[in-house]
C-alpha cells in the first residue's frame, strides 16, 4: 500500500525568505504526485502535480516541486514566501486499487508567515 | 461558478442523529468521492463512486452510506452520529484517468455533541 510522510509538522519562516516543504512517499510503481494546499476554513486546492517527464513541476502562485526517485522525495520549493502562503500543505500520492484511484495524503506541513 | 459544491457548511447535532451532507459537482467528471479529516488535520479516503461502482474505504463504519441520485451528486447519509464522527468531510470529483486531478468541495464542518 502506498504511503506518505511529510516530516515537519509546523514551518515557520520569515516573508521573503525561501521556502521548502519536505515529502516522501512510499509507492511500488511510477507514483502520480500532488500537492494541494488548504487555507483556513477552506477546502484543498492544487497546487501542482507530477505525473511523468520533466522531474521538475511549475505549479500556481509560485510553487514548484522536485520528483526525485531514487530518494522517493517530491519536495515543494517556493523562492519568496508572502504572507498569503500562510495554510497547510498537504502531499499526495494517487494510486489505483481495489477498482478506483485513490489519493493518499501526508498529515500536512503547517506553514507560518512571520511578516 | 463553484466546482464542487457542499451543503451545509456547518452541521451541529446531537448524538444518536441521522444527518446527510450533499455534495454537487459541475465538472462532469465520473468519479466522487468523500474524505474525512480529523482534528489533526489528517485526510482520509471513505469512498469513491464511479458509474455506479461503490468502493468503500473497510475502515469506514457501515453507518456510513453514499447515495448518489445522478452523476453529479454523490450524498452522505450518517445514521446514529457519534461523538467521534466529529470531523470535516470534504466531497472530491474527478475524471476516471489515473492523471485526473481531484477537485474538492469546502468541506462541511460536523460536529456531534
Known amino acids: 500500500a502506498q504511503s506518505v510522510t511529510q516530516p515537519d509538522i509546523h514551518i515557520t519562516v520569515s516573508e521573503g525568505a525561501s521556502l521548502e516543504l519536505r515529502c516522501n512517499y512510499s509507492y511500488g510503481a511510477t507514483p502520480y504526485l500532488f500537492w494541494y494546499v488548504q487555507s483556513p476554513g477552506q477546502g484543498l486546492q492544487l497546487l501542482l502535480k507530477y505525473f511523468s517527464g520533466d522531474t521538475l513541476v511549475q505549479g500556481i502562485k509560485g510553487f514548484e516541486a522536485e520528483f526525485k526517485r531514487s530518494q522517493s522525495s517530491f519536495n515543494l520549493r517556493k523562492p519568496s514566501v508572502h504572507w498569503s502562503d500562510a495554510a497547510e500543505y498537504f502531499c499526495?500520492?494517487?494510486?489505483?486499487?481495489?477498482?478506483?484511484?485513490?489519493?493518499?495524503f501526508g498529515k500536512g506541513t503547517k506553514l507560518s508567515v512571520i511578516p | 461558478d463553484t466546482a464542487v459544491s457542499q451543503t451545509p457548511k456547518y452541521l451541529v447535532t446531537q448524538m444518536g442523529n441521522d444527518k446527510s451532507i450533499k455534495c454537487e459537482q459541475n465538472?462532469?467528471?465520473?468519479?466522487m468521492y468523500w474524505y474525512k479529516q480529523d482534528s489533526k488535520k489528517f485526510l482520509k479516503i471513505m469512498f469513491s463512486y464511479n458509474n455506479k461502482e461503490l468502493i468503500i474505504n473497510e475502515t469506514v463504519p457501515n453507518r456510513f452510506s453514499p447515495k448518489s441520485p445522478d452523476k453529479a451528486h454523490l450524498n452522505l447519509h450518517i445514521n446514529s452520529l457519534e461523538l467521534g464522527d466529529s470531523a470535516v468531510y470534504f466531497c472530491?470529483?474527478?475524471?476516471?484517468?489515473?492523471?485526473?486531478?481531484?477537485?474538492f468541495g469546502p468541506g462541511t464542518r460536523l460536529t456531534v455533541l
Open positions: 499526495a500520492v494517487g494510486a489505483r486499487g481495489a477498482g478506483s484511484y485513490q489519493l493518499t
Open positions: 472530491a470529483s474527478s475524471g476516471w484517468s489515473t492523471q485526473d486531478t481531484q477537485y
Open positions: 465538472l462532469g467528471h465520473d468519479t
